[in-house]
């Protein structure tokens, strides 16, 4: 057929049709269903499978439409006409090879063969296109309906351009003036050497395999075990450059450094055994308080003195620590036990955070941007006045884990004064609503009484941090646990008590 | 100038194409195989295994694709499970199918991973060559070496849960105590730990779930 004879369309049609099938062909592939050589030769390709043999059939009308496209010529056809075959040639490519696959040992000479050939043939393709392109005919003169649409087209482009800068600058004074911020991630922990980041719930992972030998000192936790963890955005300096906090265990399986278990001659020691406010979550060993603690004693008694970090050694509450202060406590030797009692030990329930929390709707496009974040938060209802939860009643309601704890701090502080070793508890005030209704108070005087009442020694931090601010004191918006200002006080609290005359 | 500039990037796209085409649908065709030996016991899943055995190391590099959180939805394992450690559907059969195809070049590839931006493929990847144990020893401890801090943390994370099987590189780890990189130090100082005696009950059970696995 001449170049005169044929109809408008044809060319353009054939060569369209044959970009569009091409693309499905590559879809199929893309979706794991490609008889494909580097599986091994025809013998073991799923050809029997009907999608296999609807892609070769729709490769193999692309083909004969893309040369149908070439032969008649012209612009608008041979280019979609051409691109096609060179979509298709890594599909040629295989099937030229398919008779040599057992010959072409697996890897790289396998794959630079192919790699060639196709690499060949997609070339040589958009040549044939060339080539087919300059023998058509010339365009004529644009149609009005033509000229239109490429107005309207640059007018559309334009108001685009102007869109998407101006929706740019907007994004770039919003993150300037810290508007409409992404929120918080929620804190994580590392495995350094393995990479993957799990929920802080994950430390249970990390207890020993089976029950320790015995006679071995012992804790909750496997010698050396490392991890870090990771906080998003966080505001103080201790964290590092990925705002990360190392956890280091020591020999003996405690957040410490290393320590013989007998103390020296003359040495003063502390155990201080607690939860995650005494292990230091989210501070670095060296800023918690039984190392603070340990300095400050230092250089007070001018003597040695080694403040053990039990924090996590044997659990989270005071039922806990029992067995372990009496087994494992014990063998150290210690002067005295400090157990930092966390509000928490009263009732599972009572949280760090001691107003109910505003609930948000997860931010638009996992909060990446600050003008959609900060049109959410525009439409939002404004947040009302912080509604402190009364845990007091809580407790008073269900005491039985209050009462369990405190029958076992009763049990410690026996079985320690039958040892010469003196229990001190020390009650962590939760770092919320310090500076105005503090919902917690109630419970301290419950475990102040109840320390009264059962003969054991108690300081009460609370009043040396009633009335600073709550956020000055978390390691992280994410996190109400003490940050290195919070286990400095908490420190210096101990250490007055510790030094008291008795 | 311009009608130039098309013609290279043409050409650009020629040599590119069929790369990207390469990997992609091996990457696609390995998962779609992948998936079918996760599923019941029938032909496609003897032709899938064929398949896979057939390209043996090639495949690895898509194989440990299969271990990426974007195969599955990570935060429903976690709130299934309970855990984060919570595989996808394709991460067990892919691991078993490295773990039977254990051959050196394989390891190699396996290990290869440890280094992947990913960190569930590294992850993964970590599990499977201590599962893979007395065989990805050697290759494991050479990567104490590499000049990747982040590598040679894995590697010393690897041989942590190898039990007995890791022994070997015990030299290596007490070398890597010296280690310019804190991280990697640390690691390796827990790793000693865990292939130290006194840790037999874990190496039973590693042993146990090795060959269960198998």
Redesign the interface.
């Known amino acids: 057929m001449s170049a005169s004879s044929r109809r408008s369309w044809e060319g353009p049609w054939e060569g369209g049709l044959a970009l569009i099938l091409a693309l499905a062909v590559q879809a199929v592939a893309l979706a794991g269903c490609q008889p494909a050589l580097h599986l091994g030769g025809f013998a073991l390709l799923p050809l029997a499978e009907p999608i296999a043999l609807l892609d070769a059939a729709l490769a193999v009308g692309a083909a004969l439409l893309a040369l149908r496209g070439l032969r008649l010529g012209g612009r608008p056809g041979a280019w979609p006409a051409a691109l096609a075959l060179a979509l298709l040639s890594p599909f040629a490519a295989e099937v030229l090879l398919a008779p040599f696959a057992c010959t072409l040992p697996n890897g790289a000479p396998r794959r630079a063969a192919f790699l060639l050939l196709s690499a060949a043939g997609a070339l040589g393709a958009l040549r044939l296109g060339q080539r087919a392109a300059r023998r058509g005919p010339p365009p004529g003169p644009p149609t009005p309906f033509a000229r239109a649409a490429r107005r309207w087209a640059a007018r559309g482009a334009l108001a685009a351009g102007t869109l998407a800068v101006l929706l740019v600058a907007a994004e770039l004074a919003l993150g300037a003036a810290g508007v409409g911020e992404r929120r918080y991630a929620r804190p994580l922990l590392i495995l350094p050497g393995d990479g993957r980041r799990m929920p802080l719930s994950e430390i249970a992972l990390f207890v020993p395999f089976g029950p320790p030998p015995p006679g071995t000192f012992s804790s909750r936790f496997r010698p050396y075990v490392f991890f870090k963890g990771w906080y998003d955005r966080p505001r103080w300096s201790y964290f590092d450059a990925q705002g990360q906090v190392a956890y280091v265990f020591n020999r003996h399986g405690l957040r410490d450094h290393d320590f013989e278990l007998l103390p020296a001659p003359d040495e003063y020691r502390v155990v201080a055994a607690g939860d995650s406010f005494t292990f230091g979550a989210g501070v670095p060993l060296d800023l918690c308080w039984p190392e603070v603690l340990e300095r400050n004693l230092r250089e007070h008694l001018g003597r040695p003195v080694e403040v053990i970090n039990a924090g996590f050694a044997s659990g989270n509450h005071p039922g806990d620590y029992e067995p372990w202060l009496i087994g494992n406590g014990v063998r150290l030797q210690p002067d005295v036990v400090v157990v930092g009692l966390c509000l928490n030990d009263l009732h599972k329930d009572v949280s760090l955070f001691g107003f109910r929390p505003r609930r948000l709707p997860p931010q638009p496009l996992a909060g990446r941007s600050h003008l959609l974040n900060a049109w959410q938060e525009s439409r939002l209802p404004p947040d009302g006045p912080a509604e402190p939860i009364d845990w007091t009643v809580l407790v008073a309601a269900e005491p039985e884990q209050w009462e369990a704890n405190r029958a076992a701090l009763r049990r410690t502080h026996e079985a320690l004064e039958a040892r010469g070793i003196r229990l001190v508890v020390a009650i962590l005030p939760m770092l919320s609503g310090l500076r105005g209704e503090y919902p917690y108070e109630g419970l301290h005087h419950m475990v102040a009484e109840a320390c009264a009442s059962d003969g054991l020694e108690c300081v009460d931090l609370l009043p040396r941090f009633l009335g600073l601010v709550d956020e000055d004191l978390w390691v992280h918006p994410t996190d109400q646990h003490p940050n290195d200002v919070g286990h400095r006080i908490i420190a210096e609290g101990v250490e007055e008590y510790l030094r008291q005359p008795r | 100038m311009a009608a130039r500039l098309l013609?290279l990037l043409?050409?650009a796209?020629?040599?590119a194409?069929?790369?990207l085409?390469?990997d992609?649908?091996?990457r696609?065709?390995?998962?779609?195989?992948v998936a079918a030996l996760a599923g019941p016991e029938d032909p496609a899943r003897e032709?899938a295994a064929?398949?896979l055995a057939?390209?043996?190391?090639?495949a690895v590099p898509a194989v440990v694709r299969c271990f990426s959180a974007e195969q599955h939805n990570a935060a429903s394992a976690?709130r299934d499970s309970?855990?984060?450690?919570g595989a996808g559907e394709l991460t067990t059969p892919a691991m078993t199918f490295l773990q039977a195809h254990a051959s050196p070049?394989v390891v190699d590839g396996v290990v290869a991973a440890l280094g992947d931006e990913d960190?569930?493929v590294?992850?993964f990847a970590?599990l499977t060559l201590a599962w893979i144990g007395e065989a990805a020893e050697p290759a494991v401890a050479a990567r104490l070496r590499d000049p990747e801090p982040?590598v040679r943390?894995?590697?010393?994370?690897?041989l942590s849960l190898m039990g007995e099987a890791g022994t070997p590189a015990l030299p290596a780890l007490q070398e890597a105590l010296a280690d310019p990189d804190?991280?990697?130090r640390?690691?390796a100082?827990?790793a000693?730990?865990?292939l130290s005696s006194?840790?037999e009950?874990?190496w039973e059970?590693v042993r146990a779930f090795r060959a269960g696995s198998r």
């Open positions: 013609r043409g050409v796209l020629a040599c194409l069929p790369v085409l390469w992609a649908s091996l696609a065709a390995v998962r779609r195989d032709r064929a398949r057939a390209l043996g190391a090639d976690v309970g855990t984060s450690v070049d960190h569930d590294a992850h970590g982040r943390a894995s590697a010393a994370w690897v804190e991280d990697v640390h690691v100082r827990f000693i730990s865990q006194g840790n009950a874990f059970a």
